[in-house]
């Protein structure tokens, strides 16, 4: 058995690592865990597909057509921002590549020194100076590479995501460098649909409890009462979500540095990241370029696979074919003669007794061999031929 390798061309996203999936060849990039995803589209979803089923009717014809169309534009952002948050590459930086990553290595070892054994090796940090603040860049142990600055490495996706916000399983992806803004946008216009039909269901069952009652009007439209219910419960927690990203957005801060308290009072440490002032702190998060991805996962690449190659096993009938197994037929005559043998095929008494010896007969007697000859004999035999003569 031999391996062959064979070459053939696949895409950058099949071999990326990480603990990411794609879908739609590359073009979609999630968390592997994504069942709370889609409890909150169909949270979101549900609840304004029972708005427009049992208020909007009756508040486009009571109040206003305009209802309806606002609610249905708002819908449609709110679940754009939400797929662009979840389907986009958040900002994962490429691993090194172990040439790289062994380059780095030595050049590591070559900055400590020799480390004795059984000491702890110095961090691996990097200082860069950023508004004339120096800012440590660590290094990342999985990824083999030193993080820029406000990168961190996610422990659910398993990748380094630059400018590091958080990971929102909500959305199903990391939030960072390249989504935040769409993020922002979400919890933003969700926070609006949220009171929108909240409100607007609240006009509704009074308007309808002034003609019918309280309770006539619950058994008109069942789903009045359980979009109340999501839509309290939601109201505060997509509020105020939004209102901390707001607050994070002034200052140019992540969530990740608020919670580490990177840029706190304590370490008397100031954010080299902001500009002191909130207007140009929003234009940079919400109004700054958008960065393409570095990843490039629809580019090609070469890929060498091992496949096993194994003779094939010739068929018995080519082995016959080939190697012809010469037949011999042997006749032999029965051991004892019956009716259904010939005469002239029946072995006689005589010829058996003659081709097999009887164990009584001996052997012929093996030839005797004189025995040799002392001088002494020699002597006296050659004396007494002279006298004979």
């Known amino acids: 058995m031999s391996a062959v390798m064979i070459t053939r061309k696949v895409r950058k996203w099949e071999k990326l690592p990480g603990k990411n999936t794609f879908c739609c060849d590359g073009r979609v990039m999630m968390a592997r865990q994504k069942g709370v995803f889609y409890l909150t589209l169909f949270l979101i979803v549900g609840t304004c597909a029972l708005f427009f089923a049992f208020e909007c009717p009756y508040l486009a014809i009571h109040l206003s057509p305009t209802i309806p169309f606002f609610a249905a534009l708002l819908f449609?952002?709110?679940?754009?921002?939400?797929?662009?948050?979840?389907?986009?590459?958040?900002?994962?930086?490429?691993?090194?590549?172990?040439?790289?990553?062994?380059?780095?290595?030595?050049?590591?070892?070559?900055?400590?020194?020799?480390v004795p054994a059984g000491q702890r090796?110095?961090?691996?940090?990097?200082?860069?100076?950023?508004?004339?603040?120096?800012?440590?860049?660590?290094?990342?142990?999985?990824?083999?590479?030193?993080?820029?600055?406000?990168?961190?490495?996610?422990?659910?996706?398993d990748n380094c995501v630059d400018?590091?916000?958080?990971?929102?399983?909500?959305?199903?992806?990391?939030?960072?460098?390249?989504?935040?803004?769409?993020?922002?946008?979400?919890?933003?216009?969700?926070?609006?649909?949220?009171?929108?039909?909240?409100?607007?269901?609240?006009?509704?069952?009074?308007?309808?409890?002034?003609?019918?009652?309280?309770?006539?009007?619950?058994?008109?439209?069942?789903?009045?009462?359980?979009?109340?219910?999501?839509?309290?419960?939601?109201?505060?927690?997509?509020?105020g979500l939004t209102g901390f990203h707001t607050y994070l957005i002034s200052l140019n801060q992540t969530t990740n540095e608020d919670i580490k308290g990177s840029w706190s009072g304590k370490n008397r440490v100031q954010n080299p990241y902001s500009h002191k002032n909130i207007f140009k702190n929003c234009c940079e998060v919400l109004c700054g370029p958008t960065y393409p991805s570095v990843l490039d996962r629809r580019g090609l690449m070469q890929d060498d696979m091992p496949v096993s190659a194994t003779p094939a096993a010739p068929s018995s009938s080519s082995l016959s074919s080939s190697?012809?197994?010469?037949?011999?037929?042997?006749?032999?005559?029965?051991?004892?003669?019956?009716?259904?043998?010939?005469?002239?095929?029946?072995?006689?008494?005589?010829?058996?007794?003659?081709?097999?010896?009887?164990p009584k007969e001996e052997l012929p007697p093996a030839q005797k061999v004189p025995p040799l000859a002392s001088p002494e004999t020699d002597a006296e035999t050659t004396l007494a031929k002279d006298k004979i003569h």
């Open 163 to 239: 400018r590091f916000d958080h990971h929102c399983p909500w959305v199903g992806n990391c939030v960072g460098k390249r989504n935040y803004r769409y993020f922002y946008l979400f919890t933003t216009s969700l926070s609006l649909l949220t009171i929108y039909i909240f409100t607007f269901d609240i006009v509704h069952v009074v308007m309808r409890s002034v003609d019918n009652g309280f309770l006539n009007t619950l058994k008109e439209t069942p789903g009045t009462y359980l979009e109340v219910l999501v839509c309290f419960f939601t109201l505060w927690s997509v509020v």
């Open 76 to 114: 449609l952002f709110v679940i754009a921002m939400l797929l662009r948050t979840s389907f986009s590459d958040p900002g994962v930086l490429p691993r090194a590549l172990p040439e790289e990553a062994t380059f780095i290595e030595m050049e590591i070892e070559a900055a400590n020194g020799n």
């Open 121 to 157: 090796p110095p961090p691996r940090i990097r200082n860069v100076q950023i508004n004339n603040q120096i800012v440590k860049l660590k290094y990342c142990y999985t990824c083999k590479i030193f993080r820029p600055p406000r990168a961190s490495h996610c422990s659910i996706c």
């Open 323 to 358: 190697n012809p197994v010469p037949q011999t037929t042997k006749t032999t005559a029965p051991l004892i003669p019956n009716e259904h043998t010939p005469d002239d095929a029946k072995p006689s008494i005589a010829d058996s007794a003659e081709k097999s010896p009887s």
